[in-house]
Structures are given as structure tokens and as C-alpha cells.
């Protein structure tokens, strides 16, 4: 009973293994591919829990968590409507979400701080984002359990919830880089 036991204990332990490795392998391949703005762009030696603060839709009607993500990886986008390299960015996260968005990723981006709701809804209009949610963290409570300084910030979740990567000031996320990391990560994942 006892060998049986073990032998039970031992093929749970290596399932779980597995997608730690294959994950290794995609933080590996990815980060060889850093260039241009993507070299800003930092793996962490070990994954790191993320908060569980909360923030809310649009309207604050509905309380979210970044724990509503888990299942996919999430490139967490903080952003606030009087920054202007956050601005710039903004559009190439759209393209980015339009291009590889789906079952596995997802752009998710939040306003943090005091970000009017009608200040928030024109931002996106004049530079044309219609498919990236307009979430706020109006007490910057997320953001100051994400260690967040500074904007913009760009934070890469992995399926299991846990942040793997981050990126201080603004990036071209639309260049061929971005898009070559992020692929190895999925396909890793």
C-alpha cells in the first residue's frame, strides 16, 4: 500500500513538473528574443504573486480581480489619461490585443488614480481603441500592491495568476519583438 502510495505521490508531483519546465523553456526562448524596446522588458528568476486587491469596470458596477484572468497569460497594461507615453502606447496594445487576443491572452488595461470615467471614454475615442477594457483602480490600490511607480507599466501574468515579467515606460508593443516573445510564451504555455 505504501509503494503504491509513493508511486501515486511521485506521477502527481511530476504532472506538475511539466508545465513548470515548459513554461522555463518559454521564459527561456522569450527572453533570447528581447530587442529594440523589448529590452526593457524584464523575467523575473521565479514567479511572484500578484494582489488580490480589487478594481472595477468602467461604470463601478462590478468588482474585479486579476484572479478572474487565471486560465490565460494577461499583459497588464496601468495607465492613467494624462499620460502621454501611455498615449502612444495605447493603440499598439490595441493591435496587439486584435492580433493575438483569444483563449490563451488577453490585454487587460487599468486606469489608476483619479482618471475621470468621461476623460477615460475620450482618451480612447481620439486615438481609436475600441477592444481593450477601460478598467479603473481609482484608489491605486492594486497599483501600490503591484509595486507600481511610475506610468505606464506593463506586467506579464502567466496562466496560474502569477507575474513572470515587467516593463517600466512605454514599449512598441506592436514590433515584431513583443509579438515574437509573446508567442513564446504561449506556445509554450
Known sequence: MRKILFALLYTAMAGL????AA?????EAATALRTGDMKKLTFHSAPKPVSAAVFTDFDG????????YQGKYVL???WATWCAPCRKEMPMLSDLQTELGGDTFEVVTIATGRNPTPAMKKFFDEIGVDNLPL?????????RDM???GLPITVIINPDGEEIARLRGDADWSSDAAKAILRALLAAG
Open 147 to 149: 509595486a507600481v511607480f
Open 23 to 27: 513554461e522555463d523553456a518559454g521564459i
Open 135 to 143: 478598467h479603473r483602480d481609482p484608489k491605486q490600490a492594486l497599483a
Open 61 to 68: 458596477t462590478a468588482e474585479l480581480q486579476l484572479a478572474d
Open 17 to 20: 513538473a511539466i508545465p513548470a
Open 76 to 78: 497588464l497594461n496601468f
